[in-house]
Antibody
Framework: EVHLVESGGGLVQPGGSLRLSCAAS????????MYWVRQIPGKGLLPVSR????????TYADSVKGRFTISRDNAKKTVYLQMDSLRAEDTAVYYC??????????WGQGTLVTVSS | QSALTQPASVSGSPGQSLTISCTGT?????????VSWYQQHPGKAPKLIIF???KRPSGVSDRFSGSKSGNTASLTISGLQTDDEANYYC??????????FGSGTEVTVL
């Protein structure tokens, strides 16, 4: 059975940092692009970052470029999102998702990030 | 890249069929046969129910079906059940590293 379990969310002040983690099991982790997708409560889904299976290729949405850094450790089957210089508009539930062949096969349960003073 | 356009809500009675539209552009939905649909119950993770416009993953009910015409993709739920109450999101590949999601549709079973 596939599991993606996010952790690391919480309340942080504007300008602060958080590091999200997503631990995977039940599928060949290194075969998948891994994404972080955020969802503002009651709103739609927005991919914010992705990383290739080998960790070489990374991509960021314009809204987080220069502030967020994605990485992965295939030995630990874990993907990370380092979030710096956080803003109120980064407040959202953050999901990790595994993508292959133009579809998001697997999703975690999400972790809530709240940026507020 | 703008979000794909979906109706905010649709409703139907048990046993009925309903269709959710997802309108994009000639740069995403109209250009690629890579539209996927996701079901999300409140507080839960999204679940893949349709990929490549019309295909169902193993284990997904055949009551869910997808189609596409031009820049608009559609998801049809037949034989509506109470457990189908959820939010549904379409997603289209848009070239390079880009995927664009729809705004989401809340399905209510009356």
């Amino acid at each position: 059975e596939v599991h993606l379990v996010e952790s690391g969310g919480g309340l942080v002040q504007p300008g602060g940092s958080l590091r999200l983690s997503c631990a995977a099991s039940g599928f060949t982790f290194s075969d998948y692009y891994m994404y972080w997708v955020r969802q503002i409560p009651g709103k739609g889904l927005l991919p914010v970052s992705r990383i290739s299976g080998g960790g070489i290729v990374t991509t960021y949405a314009d809204s987080v470029k220069g502030r967020f850094t994605i990485s992965r450790d295939n030995a630990k089957k874990t993907v990370y999102l380092q979030m710096d210089s956080l803003r109120a508009e980064d407040t959202a539930v953050y999901y990790c998702a595994g993508e292959s062949d133009y579809k998001f096969d697997y999703w975690g349960q999400g972790t809530l990030v709240t940026v507020s003073s | 890249q703008s979000a794909l356009t979906q109706p905010a809500s649709v409703s139907g009675s048990p046993g009925q069929s309903l269709t959710i539209s997802c309108t994009g552009t000639s740069s995403d939905v109209g250009k690629y046969d890579f539209v996927s649909w996701y079901q999300q119950h409140p507080g839960k993770a999204p679940k893949l129910i349709i990929f490549e416009g019309t295909k169902r993953p193993s284990g997904v009910s055949d009551r869910f079906s997808g189609s596409k015409s031009g820049n608009t993709a559609s998801l049809t739920i037949s034989g509506l059940q109470t457990d189908d109450e959820a939010n549904y999101y379409c997603c289209s590949y848009a070239g390079g590293p880009t995927y664009v999601f729809g705004s989401g549709t809340e399905v209510t079973v009356l």
